[in-house]
C-alpha cells in the first residue's frame, strides 16, 4: 500500500508514528495520522482545516482527560512517558488501517496516481464518531462536510 503514496503522505505517516509515541501511545490511530498531517500547514487540505498542531494537540489531551474523568480518573499533574523507541513496526489500530484503501479510493475516483496529504485528509474527513480523529474535529469545531467539499474543489 505504502508504494502508492506521495512524499508528503509518507511524511504524515511517519509524524504520525512520532505523535503516537509523544503521546506514550503503542499504536497509530486515526488521531495520530490527523495530527501527522497537522505537521505540514502548507498542504491545502491543512490550510482549509484552519487549526494549528498545538491547537489539535490540546484538544485531544482535553478528550483523553474528558474520557478518563468519566471513569473516575483524574491525571491532573501527570505526564504521560513517551513510548521508547522499537525495531518492531508499530501497529495501526482498525479506524487507521481503513483510512489508508479509503484513501486509495479517493485517488482513484480523482483519477490521479499517488496518495496525497489531501487524499489522506478526505478519508479521514469521513470518519464518525466514535473514532477519535472524528471526535477531535469536532472538539475544535471543524465542518467536516464544507473542508471535504472545499479540498474536492481545490483538487479539480
Known amino acids: 500500500m505504502f508504494e502508492h503514496f506521495a512524499a508528503g503522505a509518507r511524511a504524515a505517516v511517519t509524524r504520525a508514528l512520532d505523535e503516537a509515541r509523544l503521546r506514550g ?4 490511530g486515526t488521531e495520530h495520522l490527523l495530527l501527522g498531517l497537522l ?5 491545502v487540505a491543512v490550510q482549509l482545516l484552519g487549526i494549528d498542531l ?3 494537540r490540546t484538544a485531544l489531551d482535553d478528550l483523553d482527560r474528558t474520557a ?6 483524574d491525571v491532573h ?12 513496526r508499530t501497529p495501526f489500530t482498525s479506524g487507521a488501517r481503513s483510512v489508508l484503501p479509503r484513501a486509495l479510493a479517493e485517488v482513484k475516483k480523482g483519477g490521479s496516481r499517488r496518495i ?3 487524499h489522506l485528509m478526505l478519508a479521514i474527513l469521513d470518519r464518525e464518531p466514535p473514532d477519535p480523529a472524528a471526535e477531535l474535529m469536532e472538539r475544535l469545531g471543524i465542518d467536516r462536510p464544507s473542508v471535504r ?3 474536492r ?3 479539480a
Open 25 to 28: 501511545d503503542r499504536r497509530i
Open 39 to 43: 505537521h505540514q500547514p502548507g498542504t
Open 54 to 56: 498545538e491547537a489539535a
Open 68 to 73: 478518563l474523568a468519566s471513569v473516575g480518573v
Open 77 to 88: 499533574g501527570i505526564e504521560r512517558p513517551p513510548v521508547p523507541a522499537s525495531r518492531k
Open 116 to 118: 496525497t496529504p489531501e
Open 149 to 151: 467539499e472545499r479540498i
Open 153 to 155: 474543489q481545490a483538487a
